[in-house]
């Protein structure tokens, strides 16, 4: 099974400020990655597969980058609408995996 | 875009078995993957298991000795028991539709919070 780490835990940000949340897989995953967005109490939303390709709607702000075992997720400039949990998978391998999060706080 | 819907008891005991409901609206079943996933209070998100329309199935080995997942595509549901149940299986549980076995999980229900607890 495939460990995915993420880091920092918590990133703490001021709004228009840039936010770089990482990603490392324990063994390499080529570009076969995705992002999701938590709020509290809400579904996980995709934002990102294909390590960077973004999914419907998704504002021009978040971009994911990486291959192998070191991801990204970048967003630009931080709305105080992106204060949330985001998580990465894998879909390399079975069983498809997540990281623990790391979560924006503005 | 299709739309999931969980549904299911809140409160089980231990020992017993886990059932619960996925209905899908606005789609139809019969392409794509439909899948569990499960995420304790506070913690990581966990892929059970998935089912192709016509009942194909790949498990999660940690979970696969206690879970089967079945669907019913005239009635636009597939279905999710847990068996031998432990505090540890405390989590929402979530239905998800992705459109390759193994790839990225397009659409997600709402979740339903199953606790275990006597």
């Known amino acids: 099974e495939i460990v995915m780490t993420q880091s920092p835990v918590t990133l703490s940000v001021s709004p228009g400020e840039r936010a770089t949340l990482s990603c490392r897989t324990s063994q390499g995953v080529g570009r076969t990655l995705a992002w999701y967005q938590q709020k509290p109490g809400q579904a996980p939303r995709l934002l990102i597969y294909?390590?960077?390709t973004r999914a419907s709607g998704l504002p021009l702000r978040f971009t994911g980058s990486g291959s192998g075992t070191e991801f990204t997720l970048t967003i630009s400039s931080v709305q105080s609408e992106d204060s949330a949990i985001y998580y990465c998978?894998?879909?390399?391998?079975?069983?498809?995996?997540f990281g623990q999060g790391s979560k924006i706080e503005i | 875009q299709v739309l999931l819907q969980e549904s299911g008891p809140g409160l089980v005991k231990p020992s017993e078995t886990l059932s619960l409901t996925c209905t899908v609206s606005?789609?139809?079943?019969?392409?794509?993957?439909w899948s569990w996933i499960r995420q304790p209070p506070g913690k990581a998100l966990e892929w059970i298991g998935y089912?192709?329309?016509?009942?194909?199935?790949n498990y999660n080995p940690s979970l696969k000795s206690r879970v089967a997942i079945s669907v019913d595509t005239s009635k636009n549901q597939f279905f999710l028991e847990l068996n031998s149940l432990t505090a540890a299986d405390t989590a929402v549980y979530y239905c998800?539709?992705?459109?390759?076995?193994?790839?990225?999980?397009?659409?997600w229900g709402p979740g339903t919070l199953v606790t275990v607890s006597s």
């Open positions: 998800v539709t992705h459109l390759y076995a193994s790839g990225w999980y397009d659409s």
């Open positions: 294909g390590a960077s």
């Open positions: 998978q894998h879909y390399d391998s079975w069983p498809n995996t």
């Open positions: 089912i192709y329309y016509s009942g194909s199935t």
């Open positions: 606005g789609g139809s079943m019969t392409s794509d993957y």
